[in-house]
């Protein structure tokens, strides 16, 4: 199948906008994550000190 054939084809159009779609939840997740980058910095830590801690007193 040619590349013009697929771009007309229903299949080619909808996978375009499939690929139009991921790429903009994908921009929208990255800009969240620079944003608000160093608001998720804090409780993350907190989280990770609280799972190293727990598995260090079990014995592991």
Not at 27 to 49: R, Y
């Amino acid at each position: 199948m040619s590349l013009k054939t697929f771009l007309q084809s229903k299949s080619g159009a909808t996978a375009i906008e499939y690929g139009l779609i991921a790429a903009l939840v994908a921009l929208l997740i990255t800009a969240s994550l620079i944003l608000l980058g160093s608001s998720f910095s804090t409780p993350m830590e907190t989280i990770s000190d609280t799972l190293t801690s727990r598995s260090q007193s079990s014995g592991n």
